[in-house]
Nanobody, 121 residues
Framework: QVQLVESGGGLVQPGGSLRLSCAAS????????MGWYRQAPGKQRELVAG???????NYAESGKGRFTISRDNVKNTVYLQMNSLKPEDTAVYYC???????????????WGQGTQVTVSS
C-alpha cells in the first residue's frame, strides 16, 4: 500500500506565501516524476508544476516566477513554494507522484488527498 499525505494549505491574503508538502510512504520501490495540480470549483484539474527524477522542472504560465517546486528524494517528499499569491490561485491543490511498487515493473500514479488554498482579503 502507498500513502500520500499533503499539508500546508490554508487561508492567506493576496501577496502572501504558502509552502505545500506531500510525503509518500509505503510499498515504494522507485519514484519517478512528481507534480502539483489544482482544481477550483466548477473547473477542471490543471497542472501547476512538475519535477522529474533528475530535477528538471516545468511550470504552468500562471505560476511562473511565483511558484517553485522541489523534491527531497530521501524523504520521498515534493514541495510547492507559492509566493505572491493571487485570489485566482484559490483552489484545492493535489500532489501526484509516479512510482513503482516493489514487485511491479509498471509505473503508477498516486494522488494526495488535496489541501485547500484560499487567497482572499
Amino acid at each position: 500500500q502507498v500513502q500520500l499525505v499533503e499539508s500546508g494549505g490554508g487561508l492567506v491574503q493576496p501577496g502572501g506565501s504558502l509552502r505545500l508538502s506531500c510525503a509518500a510512504s509505503g510499498n515504494i520501490f522507485s519514484i519517478n516524476d512528481m507534480g502539483w495540480y489544482r482544481q477550483a470549483p466548477g473547473k477542471q484539474r490543471e497542472l501547476v508544476a512538475g519535477i522529474t527524477s533528475g530535477g528538471s522542472t516545468n511550470y504552468a504560465e500562471s505560476g511562473k516566477g511565483r511558484f517553485t517546486i522541489s523534491r527531497d528524494n530521501v524523504k520521498n517528499t515534493v514541495y510547492l513554494q507559492m509566493n505572491s499569491l493571487k485570489p485566482e490561485d484559490t483552489a484545492v491543490y493535489y500532489c501526484n507522484i509516479r512510482l513503482t511498487r516493489r514487485g511491479s515493473f509498471a509505473w503508477s500514479d498516486y494522488w494526495g488527498q488535496g489541501t485547500q488554498v484560499t487567497v482572499s482579503s
